[in-house]
């Protein structure tokens, strides 16, 4: 349901922004228009989907949003986004 629920922010607050669906066309939006409120709201819903995506076990797209998020992530606004990457990448100990 969490997930269901970032997505149709992240959705809506495309459309009402004329937001691309291209990581290549949206990154320089984001970076120029980070301090936008509407944009740190699509950013946190974005990091948001990230965070229930590794929870759930989609390790592979959690990645992605992450990396993402950091690509962008100058002033280490988003330093949940960093941590759960070094978590998700960081290989698994044996007990």
């Known amino acids: 349901m969490a997930l269901q629920l970032t997505n149709q922010l992240i959705d809506k607050i495309k459309e009402v922004e004329k937001l691309s669906d291209s990581w ?3 990154k320089p939006v984001l970076l120029t228009r980070q301090e936008s409120p509407i944009i740190r709201l699509y950013l ?3 990091w ?3 965070l229930v995506l590794a929870k759930l076990g989609q390790l592979e797209q959690a ?4 990396s ?3 690509e962008i ?8 986004a960093r941590i759960l ?3 998700i990448k960081k ?4 007990d």
């Open 24 to 26: 290549e066309e949206l």
């Open 44 to 46: 946190n819903a974005y």
């Open 48 to 50: 948001a989907s990230g």
């Open 63 to 66: 990645q992605i949003i992450c």
């Open 68 to 70: 993402q998020i950091r």
């Open 73 to 80: 992530d100058h002033y280490n606004q988003f330093t949940g």
């Open 85 to 87: 990457l070094d978590i």
């Open 91 to 94: 290989p698994n100990d044996t």
